[in-house]
């Protein structure tokens, strides 16, 4: 090869070794000065979660706008992801505990495992709390274990790094740094192992919070609220709680709330209702529903409609902001064709002054098919809503305190239920008419 070749040969690799050069300074100019705001601010802002606001229930009023059953606000604790720091999870509960412990104030607990127990030679066990057997296999069956497995396996595969990750660290340094104090305490580790069991069954993350403790009192939330500094990811928020204006008024068409159970869930699940990433309005373990009377035949009108909320974090997992999306949509009034205070007569006249062992007692306005009042006694649970089949259109008036209806006494009605308030009248039988306390009998 000659020198010319040589050279041509060189001047060949120069070229292209400057066009790569060129290329890749061209691609540093293009990202550090033509692009450089947007990634300087797609570093800043990070990124996105939505998170679910939940929606206040309906009211239940009667037929004047008088409440059955209403909602007054609460201050619950809660844990907010977007604000928890990572890999302090336990170090904050811990300290939470501790607080909470001090001001006297108790949390749920759903884990089906004893505290710990210390036998004769000083050693730790467990043991799985009696009548939950379907909790316990659910339990196994989460973390993984045979079903023979006891509470001992149970609670060390929990304290694992594979799970909650409670005892001592596997890094000496990193626990120097970040001590451990429940790593020791068996107490401690059950108590812990509760909680984040709990917060894992109501799906806890940057859209679903975890109530920590409900309806606290304005002492704890006040000294919660002290400790912010020390208890980063921990809030106390506005919620709302079911109450009653008088318990003792139709509880049996009222009903009650109650919180999801894992028959529910599996059951909301079958249905499709179930919360998902698909069905952002379905419920979810820290909800109520309906057990019973208008508070379950209206579950879906008294629900309402959650809202969202998107949390912006930067690089560093620090909240940047907050912007409500979807405001929460509360549920509906149910109006009631009951009359509070007719109610109210009704059962003050016939628990205290016919002491009927067994009686039901539907009252009735003058237009045809609305009931006013319905009285059981004992208390019972019927029928609702009520059909032709359990209560007919009236026929018979009554004189009391008030004006009202009664069955008809040839109607059927719920098991048990008597009809003596309105028996028939004919020429052949004597009227009875209720006065001072006492039935009196009138001839024809």
């Not at 709390?129 to 929990?158: F, H, I, Q």
């Not at 020791?184 to 509760?194: E, I, T």
């Not at 006040?222 to 912010?228: A, G, R």
């Amino acid at each position: 090869m000659g020198p010319r070749e040589e050279r041509f040969r060189f001047l060949i690799t120069g070229a292209v070794v400057g066009l790569v050069m060129a290329a890749f300074l061209y691609q540093l100019v293009f990202i550090q000065i033509t692009q450089g705001e947007a990634y300087k601010r797609k570093v800043t802002q990070g990124y996105t979660r939505t998170q679910t606001v939940d929606a206040a229930r309906g009211e239940i009023v009667d037929r004047y706008g008088r409440p059955f059953a209403s909602n007054r606000v609460s201050l619950d604790i809660v844990l907010d992801q977007a604000y928890l720091p990572a890999g302090k999870e336990n170090q904050v509960i811990y300290d939470l505990i501790l607080l909470l412990e001090s001001l006297g104030q108790s949390w749920d607990d759903s884990l089906p495992i004893s505290a710990p127990e210390v036998d004769t030679f000083g050693n730790t066990h467990y043991r799985f709390l009696p009548d939950r057997e379907a909790d316990v296999t659910r339990l196994k069956t989460e973390l993984n274990l045979a079903p023979y497995a006891d509470a001992d396996s149970c609670m060390w595969s929990m304290c694992s790094a594979a799970f909650y990750d409670l005892g001592h660290s596997a890094d000496p340094e990193k626990e120097a740094e970040n001590p451990r104090p429940w790593a020791d305490d068996p107490a401690a580790q059950r108590k812990l192992a509760g909680i984040r069991y709990e917060m894992a069954q109501q799906n806890f993350g940057y859209r679903n919070n975890y109530v920590f403790v409900k309806d606290v009192s304005n002492g704890v939330a006040t000294n919660v609220q002290e400790h912010s500094y020390a208890l980063p990811g921990v809030d106390v928020v506005q919620s709302t709680v079911r109450e009653f204006s008088d318990g003792t008024l139709a509880p049996h068409v009222i009903g009650i709330t109650g919180p999801l159970y894992k028959e529910d869930m599996d059951q909301l699940k079958e249905q499709g209702l179930w919360w998902s990433e698909d069905n952002q309005q379905g419920y979810r373990g820290t909800d109520t529903i309906g057990r019973s009377g208008i508070e379950a035949a209206y579950e879906s009108v008294l629900r309402g409609r959650n809202g969202e909320r998107q949390i912006t974090l930067n690089a560093q997992h620090q909240v940047v902001d907050v912007t409500e999306t979807v405001p929460p949509t509360p549920g509906g009034t149910v109006v009631l064709t009951l009359d509070r205070d007719l109610q109210r007569v009704t059962q003050e006249a016939l628990a205290d002054q016919i002491g009927c062992p067994s009686t039901t007692t539907p009252a009735w306005r003058p237009a045809p098919e609305r009931l006013s009042a319905w009285m059981s006694k004992p208390g019972r649970s019927f029928p609702w809503p009520p059909t032709p089949a359990t209560i007919t259109a009236p026929t018979t008036r009554i004189t009391t305190s008030f004006q009202s209806r009664s069955r008809s006494p040839t109607s059927t009605g719920p098991p048990g239920a008597s009809t003596a308030l309105a028996p028939p009248t004919s020429p052949a039988s004597p009227q009875r008419r209720w006065r001072r306390g006492r039935w009196d009998r009138k001839r024809t």
